[in-house]
T-cell receptor, first 106, second 115 residues
């Protein structure tokens, strides 16, 4: 069946890079998404990648896609306290992972 | 555009009562999704509509849950009777089509507490 898996927690120091990983099972997914959820708020689309790309860069965000291994990652450069949130990856059919809680400490 | 609007933001109700959650999608979006979020299970897709028609309701937990979309600008998720295990944050999301170029826009959610 369809499944998306993520590690649940990540703690980084302010200014370091964060890497959040995700594995998925639906190889037919045309797009893969990263969503951010701040405390008490809904999910916001952070970025997405088309399945025929292996990398996408958007300012401090870098998305890497390994389609063969069905592995998606989100790298946040120069992580700030405002990046503290839960990050969800999702396939086309809106199957979400459980979310990775990113904690940024000074 | 005001985005996806959900109401109420918070709902506290007693076990056995009927609960109705409401969602107004973004104008022009023709797909609407209901999600439930809990710490234990994460984000679960309950049901989604395309052009007001329910397409997949396999995520609806049981018969106590029902969802309707009487027109393109309004949807409800009803729980009758409610139980404490229904306590969660319920999100509504809308999109243009399914599996689209720009992802989906989520509402701010309704936090439901059943006591």
């Amino acid at each position: 069946g369809e499944d998306v898996e993520q590690s649940l927690f990540l703690s980084v120091r302010e200014g370091d890079s964060s890497v959040i990983n995700c594995t998925y099972t639906d190889s037919s997914s045309t797009y893969l998404y990263w969503y951010k959820q701040e405390p008490g708020a809904g999910l916001q689309l952070l970025t997405y990648i088309f399945s025929n790309m292996d990398m996408k860069q958007d300012q401090r965000l870098t998305v890497l896609l390994n389609k063969k291994d069905k592995h998606l990652s989100l790298r946040i450069a120069d992580t700030q306290t405002g990046d503290s949130a839960i990050y969800f990856c999702a396939e086309d059919k809106l199957i979400f992972g459980a979310g990775t809680r990113l904690a940024v400490h000074p | 555009d005001a985005g996806v609007i959900q109401s109420p933001r918070h709902e506290v109700t007693e076990m056995g009562q009927e609960v109705t959650l409401r969602c107004k999608p973004i104008s022009g979006h023709n797909s609407l999704f209901w999600y439930r979020q809990t710490m234990m299970r994460g984000l679960e897709l309950l049901i989604y509509f395309n052009n007001n028609v329910p397409i997949d309701d396999s995520g609806m937990p049981e018969d106590r849950f029902s969802a309707k979309m009487p027109n393109a600008s309004f949807s409800t998720l009803k729980i009758q009777p409610s139980e404490p295990r229904d306590s969660a944050v319920y999100f509504c999301a809308s999109s243009v089509g399914q599996g689209v170029d720009y992802g989906y826009t989520f509402g701010s959610g309704t936090r439901l507490t059943v006591v």
